[in-house]
Antibody, heavy 118, light 112 residues
């Protein structure tokens, strides 16, 4: 059974940093692109970033470029999102998601809430 | 403002059919057959209902169907059931490399 379990969310002040983790199991993690998708309160889903299976390519939505870094450790079947210079508008539930075909996610985690507030 | 346009809400009575539209551009919905639909209950993980425009993952009832015409995709739910009440999001792969996936703003389905 495929499982994706996020952790690391919490309350952080504007300008602060947070590192999210996603523990994957039930599939060959090292063969799969992986993604982060977020949902701000009362808003829709927004793709944030993705990373190639070997970590050699990474892509980001414009609003987080230069502030967020996606990474992975295939030996630990884990995906990460390091978030720096956090802003109030980064407040959201962050999901890790596994794609089945380009742009389509067949498995999602339960999400971890990030709240940026003073 | 979301990249794909969905109605904010739709409603229907049990047993009826409803259709949710999802309008994009030739750079996303109109340009690729990687259109998907997700069912999302608050506090839960989104669930893939339709992929590649009209394919259903294993376990998704055949009451759910998808289609596409030009830059607009549609999700139809027939034989509405109370448990179908949820938020539904469309998504599409996009050719703009700065953005891998675009989502719609979501549609709240109410079963009356």
């Amino acid at each position: 059974e495929v499982q994706l379990v996020e952790s690391g969310g919490g309350l952080v002040q504007p300008g602060g940093s947070l590192r999210l983790s996603c523990a994957a199991s039930g599939f060959t993690f090292s063969n799969s692109w992986m993604n982060w998708v977020r949902q701000a309160p009362g808003k829709g889903l927004e793709w944030v970033a993705n990373i190639k299976p070997d970590g050699s390519e990474k892509y980001y939505v414009d609003s987080v470029k230069g502030r967020f870094t996606i990474s992975r450790d295939n030996a630990k079947n884990s995906l990460y999102l390091l978030m720096n210079s956090l802003r109030a508008e980064d407040t959201a539930v962050y999901y890790c998601a596994k794609p089945i075909v380009p742009g389509t996610f067949d498995y999602w985690g339960q999400g971890t809430l990030v709240t940026v507030s003073s | 403002q979301s990249a794909l346009t969905q109605p904010a809400s739709v409603s229907g009575s049990p047993g009826q059919s409803i259709t949710i539209s999802c309008t994009g551009t030739s750079s996303d919905v109109g340009g690729y057959n990687y259109v998907s639909w997700y069912q999302h209950y608050p506090g839960k993980a989104p669930k893939l209902m339709i992929y590649e425009v009209s394919n259903r993952p294993s376990g998704v009832p055949d009451r759910f169907s998808g289609s596409k015409s030009g830059n607009t995709a549609s999700l139809t739910i027939s034989g509405l059931q109370a448990e179908d009440e949820a938020d539904y999001y469309c998504s599409s792969y996009t050719s703009t490399r700065t953005l891998d996936v675009v989502f719609g703003g979501g549609t709240k389905l109410t079963v009356l």
